[in-house]
């Protein structure tokens, strides 16, 4: 993977995600065979909300919502997940209404947990299999990396759902290091920027002794927020 960090504007930092996913995870989805299509647009979907979050684009979280909520599926899904995709569909219709980024990262992670519930209760959808560790380096472009790498397995961890990769996510994000002083030029009072930063080690700590779906959505949606607020602050730009 290679990561190359560029200038969207003074002191803003761009982080290229295109290949993020490859460095962390491999998936395949379990079930029927048709229904592969169609968990690969919902899965695409669910990206385009937490990158809206991230960049602070509420319309672009919005729009992939409605979208999620209004989706007709026309291919099958194994029996017994009729409850969890209502579920689903209904934590994305509030997140298409919400009218704060703060209320679209805690929806985002009940939506994550309803979809792992489902996979878990009919023994279907997408197998992660841990196949690196978190990126490491001490300048700012690899760090921001190394949050995203544990973010995302964290995700993984609610949809799979895996213990491993929310194990690893949660542990990655605890030990991850940002260059307080570097991230707070120009954007604020530092301590807001560190402040935020020990919100998100907190959760980290938090999360790796969450044992049920419920608690992790929460710690989730908690740290999906305090990224956004971190990024809008210190000028922190995610492209995926």
Request: proline fraction near 4%.
């Amino acid at each position: 993977m290679k990561t190359m960090p560029s200038i969207l504007r003074p002191g803003a930092i761009a982080v290229s995600l295109s290949l993020l996913a490859l460095a962390g995870c491999t998936w395949g989805f379990g079930g029927e065979e048709p229904s592969v299509t169609d968990m690969h647009r919902q899965l695409s979907r669910t990206v385009d909300i937490q990158t809206g979050v991230v960049l602070g684009d509420l319309t672009r979280a919005r729009d992939a919502a409605a979208w999620l909520a209004t989706h007709e599926e026309l291919q099958s899904f194994p029996e017994g997940s009729d409850h969890y995709r209502a579920r689903m569909r209904g934590y994305a219709g509030l997140i298409a209404q919400a009218n704060t980024l703060g209320e679209v990262a805690a929806r985002t992670g009940q939506m994550a947990a309803a979809c792992g519930s489902c996979h878990q209760e009919t023994r279907s959808g997408p197998r992660f299999v841990m196949r690196s560790q978190p990126p490491r380096g001490t300048e700012l472009g690899s760090q921001m990396v190394r949050h995203i790498w544990a973010a995302d397995r964290m995700w993984e961890g609610l949809v799979g759902p895996s213990d491993e990769a929310w194990q690893a996510g949660a542990e990655a994000l605890e030990d991850a290091w940002l260059p307080v002083t570097v991230l707070s030029v120009g954007y604020g009072p530092r301590g807001e920027v560190d402040g935020m930063i020990g919100e998100i080690r907190s959760l980290a700590v938090r999360a790796q002794t969450a044992g049920d779906q419920e608690e992790r959505a929460r710690l989730y949606g908690e740290m999906l927020g305090t990224c956004s607020r971190c990024h809008g602050q210190g000028g922190v730009m995610v492209e995926r």
